[in-house]
């Protein structure tokens, strides 16, 4: 005999419950209107923001991978796609109290004659975030809060800070390529800041090697630390797993750096100077993006050899026999 009865339970509350959306478009006209003027207003409001950002992206080269964070962010969002499509959303008015406190600092920061145009930027973000919260509430933001968040690594550092990030790891790329550089038999140098003075067989070269802003690693460190953050999120590990790969970025892409500033200082000194600039030296950058790949992706490797999910060793050793009775 045969029981029916959890079957017949099942196709009952199937039918019963409503159907799960399963593609974008199934949305509604109604949301979708919404979306486009809400996006609109934001659009309409912060403008100038997003012209002098996305000039930023196009002009320089370290930002360049701007236009690749919303496609990103957008992948982040559709990788929940039934979720959100199918979450129970409630307006949250305290949503609507931040967009309002964002809306007005943002004005009285515009208006300010020492106006930080980096919060400006970001005010951008917030307004985004406080307009999911207060039209979907704490049940959408748990899907969204990351896409939007990750819109941050889009935004260009102010030239301040920038410098004052990129400094100390110029002048520690410059410390340890002098170093290695002296390691050759009849080469002496002599680092001063960012400076690195070279003497090969008791002739000094001409110029010295300048560990230039475009040699800090900063672009490298902000297109991998975005790329770290994805990667950690899009693949199921453990929470500490995912905060060491996060936190690996910044000496992976530090290291890369070195080697790259280091390599520049061998070709300078033992081949020809002219193949240390222009294409050449572009493409000795785009050259450590695979390295920085390869170290993150061998420390992914090792991290999931090293240690073995108990329950799935559990389960490996479970005997499953089947009664032809």
């Known amino acids: 005999m045969v029981d029916n009865t959890a079957s017949t339970f099942t196709a009952t509350s199937q039918v019963g419950a409503p159907a799960q959306k399963q593609r974008w478009r199934e949305l509604g006209l109604h949301n979708w209107i919404k979306i486009i003027v809400v996006g609109g207003l934001l659009g309409y409001l ?6 002098y950002v996305v000039r930023q992206w196009v002009n320089d080269s370290s930002w360049s991978h701007g236009f690749l964070i919303p496609l990103f962010s957008l992948y982040f969002l559709n990788q929940h796609k039934e979720k959100v499509l199918n979450v129970q959303s409630k307006p949250n008015y305290l949503g609507l109290l931040i967009l309002i406190c964002v809306i007005a600092l943002h004005i009285l920061n515009k208006k300010s004659p020492a106006r930080y145009f980096y919060f400006q930027a970001m005010a951008l973000i917030a307004s985004l975030g406080a307009v999911v919260f207060f039209l979907g509430g704490w049940r959408l933001i748990v899907y969204s809060w990351l896409p939007i968040g990750f819109l941050v690594f889009a935004v260009p550092l102010p030239q ?18 002098a170093a290695l550089l002296a390691l050759v038999n009849g080469l002496q140098t002599t680092v001063s800041g960012v400076i690195i003075s070279v003497i090969y067989k008791g002739r000094r070269m001409n110029p010295d090697l300048n560990v230039a802003e475009a040699c800090s690693g900063m672009r490298l460190l902000m297109a991998f630390l975005a790329l770290g953050v994805a990667m950690a999120y899009l693949h199921y590990r453990p929470l500490w797993q995912r905060f060491i790969l996060l936190a690996s970025t910044i000496p992976i ?3 890369c750096n070195i080697v790259r500033v280091t390599v520049t200082g061998f070709i300078y000194v033992l081949i020809h100077p002219r193949y240390t600039q222009g294409i050449y030296h572009d493409a000795l950058g785009l050259a450590m993006l695979p390295l920085a790949f ?6 992914a490797w090792f991290m999931t050899g090293l240690f073995i999910d108990e329950s799935a060793a559990v389960a490996e050793d479970v005997i499953i026999r089947k009664n032809r009775a």
Not at 160 to 177: C, D, G
Not at 294 to 299: N, T
């Open 253 to 255: 892409a530090i290291l």
């Open 46 to 51: 912060f403008r100038g923001e997003i012209h």
């Open 294 to 299: 390869g170290l993150y992706g061998f420390l």
């Open 160 to 177: 301040r800070a920038y410098f004052r990030l990129t400094m100390p790891m110029r002048q520690l790329a410059a410390t340890v390529a």
